[in-house]
Every structure is written in C-alpha cells, then in structure tokens.
C-alpha cells in the first residue's frame, strides 16, 4: 500500500470504524438485558453509563495532566451543543418511543436504518460537503446491506408509528449534523454531556410512564454497557467528525448493525442467516469505494482562527514557545495563514471548500 496515498485515512477511517464496533457490540449486550430492564429504562441507563462513564474518564485524564490535549467548549459553541442534545437526546428518543409503541417491530427495525440517511442528506444538501458517484454509490450499498439486514420479509407499516421512528432518525441527523459543528472541541466532554441530558430523558420519560427501576446489578450492567456501545463510541464518532465530515462519518457507522448482528450468532442462539452474508458484501463493497476515495486537488486555505488539538503537520506551522513546542499533540487558540496546495483530503476543520 502506498502510506503517502493513503495516509488520509488517518485517523478518521478507524475513529469511525471503531464508533460503529463499539456500537454494534452494544446491541446484543443490549439484547440480553432486555429481560431484567425495560426497554425505556434501558435506554436511560445506557446513555447514564456513557455519561457518567466517560465524566469518571475525563477526571482520570485531568489528574494526569491529557485533558490539556483538546479544546474546552467555548461560550460561542452552547447553542450548537444545546441544539445538538435537544435534537439528539430530546427529540430523538422521545419519537423513537412513541413511534416504537405504535408500529411493529420488524417496521422500526428496519426504519431506524434512515438515520444514516438523514446524516448524509442533511451533509451533502445543507452543509455543502463534497459528494461524487462514486461516495453515493457507496453509501446506498452500505446502507442496502444494513437495511437487508433489518428486513422481515413483512413490509413496512406507513402508519403514525412510522412516521414518529422517522422524524426520530430526522432528529438523530440533525444532531450528529450539528455535532460536526463542535467537533473541533474535547469528544469526551460533548459526549458526556449529551450522555447525561439523554439518560435523565429516557429515565425520566420511563418513570413518569410508571415504569419501575430495575435491580441494580442489571442497571449497573447497562450502565458498562453504555459507557463503552454509546460513551467511547460518541466519542469516537466525534474525532471521525472532526476528521472526515458527517456525511462520510455516517456512512461507515451503518456499518454497526452488520457488526452487531456477527456478534449476536455467538452471543446468542441466533441461526446464520444468507441475508447475512449477501448484507456482508454489500457492505464490503461499499466500503472498499469509500476506503479507495482519493479526492485530492489544487485547493486554496483562507486565513482561518480557531482552537482544536493538533499536531505541526502541513496545515499547523506556526510558532511556539519551546514548553509548548515539545508537547505534541496540544490546543491552543491559533491563526492559518492562506495556503495553497494539493492533496488527497476529506471535508475536515480545515477543508470547508467548495468545489
């Protein structure tokens, strides 16, 4: 493999590749808590795992000294960050449920796949990201295998319940569109808080529906659960943000139901299923054209400001002074000059052009 070729990739492609594993693990996990924990609940306790998971993380990294690495969220990104949870930890789960209690579930099943959807439209017709044939090709055979994936051979149900599941992947869209916004900033502390706002949600919702909290090993388990399925895999979500844009972010993490329905022929007694494997290679083809973009040309760099973790690659030469120097990778508030040049590169901080 050629490394200058591909060197693009990083870190963005296994940022959003790991969001989708952790993801795709956690529905399984999920699954075999059900049993013990209302779905409603369940979902509270997940994301308060991931959020109070990931606080307990952020006290870690502060005592030794790594939270210095990442930008803090600024004054000017809470409107982002507000509209961001209300959309995403809101709105969404709160349209899931009531769409849930209205429809089959073979129909939400396999409704939920148009979140990805909503992320890449909102991506390429809102904010302008680039797009080719060769990208929508791949994104519609990711987004084939996982919705193959989903499928019951039962159709789906265009009732109200249907329409609720939609405006919740609408929702989801907008947010993970949003996010893209603050991506610039620390990951953990975005996703922790969307984590809390989100679990307090849910329990609250499912509380006030009169459901009953669960035993506390099995809340504690979900807990885990979220803290690693929903907690690391925002997380990391946010860095391939940062790195590759929302419309292509999105597209490998529909790579998460295939990933999580591998891990449920061993978890759980589940038969092999041939969709499985035609979902397989739809998703690996799609994969592959994402993977073998090569969008590189003669781009120009506007004087651009701003704060985010960096290391002194092409596009970060300024100075410091020599503490500030050795520690790599850091943040700080820093000026771009205007640069010209050419290379392969994806609609990241400092790729906002139009072409």
Request: proline share 5%; with cysteine; glycine share 10%.
């Amino acid at each position: 493999m050629n490394q200058a070729r591909y060197q693009h990739l990083w870190p963005g492609v296994p940022f959003a590749l790991a969001s989708a594993l952790l993801f795709g693990a956690s529905t399984p996990l999920s699954k075999l808590l059900l049993g013990s924990v209302e779905p409603q609940m369940l979902a509270g306790a997940l994301y308060l795992g991931a959020g109070f998971g990931l606080a307990l993380l952020r006290k870690a990294s502060a005592l030794g000294g790594r939270l210095a690495q990442e930008a803090p969220l600024r004054k000017g990104d809470l409107p982002w960050l507000g509209a961001a949870v209300f959309f995403g930890g809101v709105l969404g789960p709160l349209f899931l449920m009531l769409g849930l209690a209205r429809t089959d579930a073979a129909s939400g099943s396999l409704l939920l796949n148009l979140e990805s959807l909503a992320t890449m439209s909102i991506a390429w017709i809102v904010f302008k990201e680039n797009v080719d044939r060769r990208l929508l090709l791949g994104a519609f055979a990711i987004l084939l295998g996982a919705m193959l994936l989903s499928w019951t051979g039962q159709g789906v149900s265009l009732d109200l319940g249907a329409g609720l599941i939609a405006a919740a992947c609408l929702a989801w869209g907008i947010d993970n569109n949003l996010t893209r916004k603050l991506s610039a900033a620390d990951p953990t502390q975005i996703a922790m808080i969307k984590g809390l706002v989100a679990g307090a949600a849910n329990v609250g919702l499912a509380l006030w529906r009169g459901v009953a909290l669960p035993e506390p090993w099995p809340f504690l388990a979900a807990s885990f659960v979220g803290f690693l399925g929903i907690g690391l895999s925002l997380a990391a979500f946010i860095l391939a943000l940062r790195h590759l844009g929302a419309a292509r972010t999105g597209a490998y993490f529909s790579l998460a139901p295939f990933i999580g329905a591998i891990l449920s022929l061993v978890l759980l007694p589940e038969p092999f299923k041939a969709r499985l494997f035609v979902s397989g290679l739809l998703m690996g083809l799609g994969l592959w054209l994402h993977l073998s973009e090569d969008h590189g040309h003669d781009h120009e760099h506007e004087t651009l400001e701003h704060e985010h973790s960096h290391v002194h690659d092409a596009h970060h030469q300024h100075a410091h002074a020599p503490a500030d120097e050795a520690r790599a990778p850091h943040s700080h508030r820093h000026r771009h000059a205007p640069l010209r040049h050419t290379h392969p590169h994806y609609p990241d901080l400092h790729h906002q052009h139009r072409h």
